[in-house]
């Protein structure tokens, strides 16, 4: 995400309901000011394009890890009409060990409706953005948010933890985001676009960085004294539990394994070839099936599998 400009402060009239929400927007935008980690997407010269990019790739992926695919990315594809020109199997190649690859995809379908339906330029308009390939809500708030300088609620995960907490008064929020979250969300946004812009980028960043998910560092949190789950002894968390992500062993184990022999080929590789990277021959076809239907790969006769062209 990008860090929006900093817009002045402002204290106008407001009912006793608002204070609550209005008492949160300065410290954690203050704090963000002096806080806010050095990102490049969050430079000026990201441009809207950068900020789209660094959304796909840090779903579910920690900040250290899409650093360097992220560079290399821009480089190669500075905008979307570049990667459009690409292959879609070069965008699987290019997201490395990224996991969830199925994202290179979907960035490579945004960029081709980029190219044909606006010219080659990230869209600023939310339902434009909501209507590209593999744009879901979340993606669509973010980059009209960080890149243009809107007012959206955007929700990530850090986001709702944070209103799960200071708000809400619990540890963590549901599994799945609600309507609920949703509402309260869009109630906390200041009114004015600048100020909302940067307080979405400001409470995700609180969230990464200080009310994590484990371990959270309260006496560095500018919100503390009004968080309603501090103030409360920090009750344990009491609903369904929370979902871990096991990955050794698993399908999505063996479907990296897959993918990563055909990131190094650069010809077609034959079945013998994927055979040997996984011991177990049920969830091993299982995998590259997978694989084949998600459009990651491509089977050709003759037993020989590529990335996909199409």
């Not at 669509?140 to 300088?149: E, I, K, M, N």
């Not at 009004?226 to 002894?233: E, H, I, P, T």
Request: hydrophobic share 40%.
């Amino acid at each position: 995400m990008t860090a929006p400009t900093k817009p002045p402060h402002r204290s106008p009239a407001r009912s006793d309901a608002d204070a609550p929400a209005a008492d949160l927007h300065a410290p954690v935008i203050d704090w963000f000011d002096e806080n806010a980690r050095d990102l490049p997407w969050r430079r000026p010269e990201a441009g809207a394009w950068g900020v789209m990019v660094s959304e796909f790739m840090l779903q579910q992926t920690p900040v250290n890890r899409v650093l360097p695919v992220y560079e290399q990315w821009l480089a190669r594809w500075p905008r979307p009409a570049d990667l459009a020109a690409e292959a879609p199997g070069e965008a699987v190649r290019a997201w490395g060990r990224l996991g969830y690859p199925r994202r290179a995809l979907r960035l490579h379908g945004a960029a081709v409706a980029i190219t044909e339906r606006h010219g080659g330029d990230v869209p600023s308009d939310h339902a434009q953005l909501l209507a590209l390939p593999g744009i879901g809500e979340y993606t669509a708030a973010a980059v009209a948010s960080f890149a243009y300088g809107q007012r959206h609620a955007v929700l990530d995960t850090n986001v709702r933890r944070v209103f799960a907490r200071a708000v809400t008064g619990v540890r963590y929020p549901p599994n799945a985001t609600t309507s609920a979250e949703r509402n309260l969300a869009r109630a906390l946004l200041p009114d004015d676009e600048p100020t909302a812009a940067r307080w979405a980028a400001a409470s995700m960043e609180l969230g990464a960085l200080v009310c994590t998910a484990k371990n959270e560092t309260c006496v560095r949190c500018p919100i503390a004294a009004q968080c309603a789950w501090r103030l409360a002894g920090k009750p344990e968390h009491d609903g369904p539990p929370r979902r871990g992500q096991t990955y050794a062993g698993t399908d999505r184990q063996v479907r990296g394994k897959l993918l990563a022999v055909l990131r190094e080929a650069h010809t077609p590789v034959p079945q013998a070839a994927l055979d040997r990277v996984w011991h177990e021959p049920v969830q091993r076809a299982r995998a590259l099936d997978g694989l084949v239907a998600d459009g990651l790969v491509e089977p050709l006769p003759g037993g020989l599998y590529r990335l996909p062209l199409t």
